[in-house]
Structures are given as structure tokens and as C-alpha cells.
């Protein structure tokens, strides 16, 4: 990987803000095991949003857990995180890289398209989401990939992310598959217990 912190695999957590709690439950993530913290918040908040995307940064390098921006690499920039996730109408991959430098984590959404993936990877992303996988409730009208695609992409050699409708039971049949991450939203932050929920996902690795 481009970047020394980048952890091998485990429970990738998407933040489903904005709301009040918002660090009080992606540090029960944390404390759950999380490997990965994405900022996510589609708003147009920009003060509010800087605030967050500091002190989310600040938490996580606390915990030794790279914290990852959701489309916005000005904003990744800004705060210093440790990479930006580009879904497909989020910029260029090369000019990240160019703003963000060699170190950062540049993810990129490939849905259910292998080619998208080659293509991306060939071009220096650092690892590739498939999804949706089960039913989302974040995006119900997300196209559907088969577990079949992560055993094809293992050629790509780099980080593979299952995203969509994951849960502790459904996980398991994903990373046999070779996800090398679950990326959750859902699942750990709309549950009763998030550290709790969290943990059940990291034991799945």
C-alpha cells in the first residue's frame, strides 16, 4: 500500500451523519475493533462539516485507525486525513493522488463492474468497493454484485471492500469470497449497541 498505516483487512465503518452523537458513537466503533473510518455526509454544511472531519481525524489517529473522506478530497486535504474514497462522479483518481499525495488511501467505488476495477487499479487506487451485496438500506436502488466478483478481482491484487446490506450473519460468506474488508453503515451505526455491533464484525476476521 501507498500508505504504512493502512491496516490488511476487518470492519470498514461509513459514518451515516450528520447527527449529534456522531463522535460519541464512531469512537464505540473504535473501541469495537474498526479497522477503517469513513466520513460520509452528503449536507453542504462546510463549517460544520471541517469541524467534524477535524475532530473525526483527531480521534481516529488516537486509535491508530486511518480515517478516510467520502467524495470531497478538498475537504481530506484540509484536515489531513488519510485518503479520500471517490464513488464514480467524484473526480478523477489521478488528481486526487496529485492533491493528496503518494501516501494517502485512494479508494474507489466499482459497484458490480470488474473492468471499472481493473482499469482503477491499474491506475494506482489503493483498493476497490463491490456493492451492493444484500438489500442496503442507504441506497435501495444501488445496483446488485455477486459474491462471484470478488473471487474474479483477486488478480487486481489490491484491498478488496464489500459494501452493502452487511450484517454480522451475512459477512462471513463475503470474506470467504475475499473481501478483504466489510464496509458498514447501518449495521454498527443504527444499532442499539454500536461498540457492540462493531466487535461482532471485527471477530468475523
Partial sequence: MSSKTFPGRGLYVITDGPRPDLLVVIRQALEGGASLVQYRDKTHDARRRQDEASAIKALCAGFGVPMIVNDDVTLAQSVGADGVHLGEHDGELASARKLLGGRAVIGV?????????????????????????????TKP??????????????????????????????GASLIDAGADYLAVISSVFRAADVRAAARRFADLF
Fill in 109 to 137: 467505488s466499482c459497484y458490480d463492474d470488474i473492468e471499472r476495477a481493473r482499469s482503477l487499479a491499474a491506475a494506482g487506487a489503493d483498493y476497490v468497493a463491490f456493492g451492493a451485496f444484500f438489500p442496503s438500506p
Fill in 141 to 170: 436502488q444501488a445496483r446488485q454484485a455477486s459474491a462471484e466478483l470478488l473471487r474474479q478481482s483477486a488478480a487486481l491484487r489490491v484491498p478488496r471492500v464489500a459494501i452493502g446490506g452487511i450484517t454480522p450473519d451475512n
